[in-house]
């Protein structure tokens, strides 16, 4: 059983900052990549960001100087640390992960539940 938690959304004025953390528990025996999503009401899924276990980062281009994906292997972490927010940033973000769950397991993607981020004066 494997468990993906985010944690950290909020409510925050425009040009505010939000720090999501998302913490993967249970059954891991290596994550390959961690990513961040969003939904923002009456929209589709979008890709925000990624980190692979090797290190490669990458954002997508509406978030690109603004926000910083980080992770923390030993905790099976990752955080999206989000300045300079729009009202168009406006969505729930979901943490996703690819990992495997033993030596020589498939790949498996996993979800978080999603933290609500609403960016509003």
């Known amino acids: 059983q494997v468990q993906l938690v985010e944690s950290g959304g909020g409510l925050v004025q425009p040009g505010g900052s939000l720090r999501l953390s998302c913490a993967a528990s249970?059954?891991?025996?290596?994550?390959?990549?961690m990513r961040w999503y969003r939904q923002a009401p009456g929209k589709q899924r979008e890709w925000v960001a990624v980190?692979?276990?090797?290190?490669?980062?990458n954002y997508a281009d509406f978030v690109k100087g603004r926000f910083t994906i980080s992770g923390d292997k030993a905790k099976n972490t990752v955080y999206l640390q989000m300045n300079s927010l729009k009202p168009e940033d406006t969505a729930v973000y979901y943490c996703n992960a690819d990992l495997l769950t033993k030596f020589g397991a498939p790949v498996l993607n996993y979800w978080g539940q999603g933290t609500q981020v609403t960016v509003s004066s």
């Open positions: 980190i692979t276990s090797g290190g490669g980062i």
């Open positions: 249970g059954s891991i025996f290596n994550i390959n990549a």
